[in-house]
């Protein structure tokens, strides 16, 4: 008899406005990962069994999770899955959408390396070898720990001197053994008020990451940054106060970093962030772009449906018409999980 391994890593959302590259949410949304290992040796078979896989490698050298479970095998001296194994991979976070898919993908990649390889990684480790593959902490750290989570790389730079802005490193890509330096980053859990939900409306189309940092500038006015040191400070109390104040976090969602160097590549966002607010819209607490979007994140802690509703029309309403989807998350404070059947 074999073993059997389900993994689970929920969605993320990253940014939350301000904390561009430092806040992260987890989401009631799931990736799950189920490693079905035999006793003999033999190969890595990748099979996807969720809605959102189209396009997707199952060669286990490219294919983002397999690719890092082999990158982390391989700094522990191992070449290879130990044993034949059938991967099953149910996807259920939307690739390309501000979600947290990669940062998922690669904290799975990284708990199946420990399961396999019975490596007994602890989860700030897990975390080094995430940073070596997904540049900024605020999805993984928050996918891997779970709930609230502020985060920050200790060196700007990377250890293998990739820019951070990269967006993928080469260092897995080349099938490099070098396993990473320790405590690349450090994690803080934040408290967050059970009452607050989070929606997400979600454009049935894809943003690479990779092209939401490409628009952002090289440098930025002193005013702005403090515009975003200011609000970060509120918002990591402001969302775990045990009775929210709507315009305290309204306003310290507000984000002069990221978001208005996206506006071109989500139509509608000029809209949203300027339409919605407490007053206007019962139970918002705050509204934002989710990670590199397209996604919207609205925290709200009544009147989900009608929040999404107003936000999918002016989506809907663009002259190329934007389809979206909605879907009412928890904040869950449980962070990726493996289990042995
Ligand atoms: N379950 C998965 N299996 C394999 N590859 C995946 C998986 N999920 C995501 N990826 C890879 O990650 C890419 C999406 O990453 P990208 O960073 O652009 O978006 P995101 O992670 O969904 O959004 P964000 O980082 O803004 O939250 C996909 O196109 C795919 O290559
Ligand atoms: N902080 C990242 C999140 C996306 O992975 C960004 O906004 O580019």
């Not at 940014?15 to 079905?36: H, Q, R």
């Not at 896989?53 to 690719?67: A, E, F, H, K, W």
């Not at 090289?218 to 040191?229: I, Q």
């Amino acid at each position: 008899m074999g073993a059997r391994y389900t993994i689970k890593v929920p969605a993320t959302s990253a940014n939350i406005g301000p904390g561009f590259d430092v806040m992260g949410l987890s989401l009631s949304l799931y990736l799950t990962v189920v490693a079905e290992v035999s006793e003999t040796k033999g190969p890595v078979r990748i099979v996807y069994e969720g809605t959102d896989s189209d396009g997707l490698s199952v060669d286990p050298q490219t294919n983002l999770i397999t690719r890092t479970a082999l990158y982390v095998l391989g700094c522990h001296g191992v070449k290879e899955f130990p044993k034949a194994t059938t991967v099953r991979v149910q996807n259920n976070i939307p690739l390309g959408r501000g979600l947290g898919s990669s940062g998922a993908a690669v904290v799975a990649g990284v708990l199946l390396a420990d399961a396999v390889g019975a490596l007994g990684l602890q989860q700030q480790r897990m975390l080094d070898y995430c940073l070596m593959i997904e540049h900024h902490p605020d999805n993984v750290a928050a996918a891997l720990v779970g709930g609230f989570v502020a985060s920050y790389l200790v060196a700007v730079e990377r250890p293998d001197g990739i820019p951070a802005s990269e967006p993928e490193s080469s260092a897995i890509s080349n099938g490099a053994t070098a396993p990473p330096p320790e405590n690349i980053a450090h994690f803080l859990r934040l408290g967050c008020s059970p009452k607050i939900k989070a929606i997400a409306i979600i454009p049935q189309f894809e943003l690479a990451t990779s092209k939401a940092r490409a628009a952002l500038p090289g440098s930025y006015k002193t005013a702005d940054v403090v515009f975003n040191l200011q609000r970060l400070a509120v918002l990591t109390t402001a969302l775990g106060r045990e009775v929210p104040d709507p315009w305290l976090i309204f306003r310290a969602m507000e984000d002069k970093v990221h978001q208005p160097y996206r506006m071109h590549l989500v139509p509608g966002l000029p809209e949203i962030l300027g339409s919605f607010n407490p007053d206007n819209t019962p139970g918002l607490l705050g509204i934002c772009l989710s990670g590199a979007g397209p996604t919207i994140l609205a925290l709200a802690m009544d009147n989900f449906d009608q929040i999404a509703a107003s936000i999918r029309a002016v989506f809907a309403r663009q002259p190329t018409r934007v389809e979206t989807k909605y879907q009412v998350l928890d904040i869950v404070s449980e962070g990726a999980t493996c289990t042995k059947d």
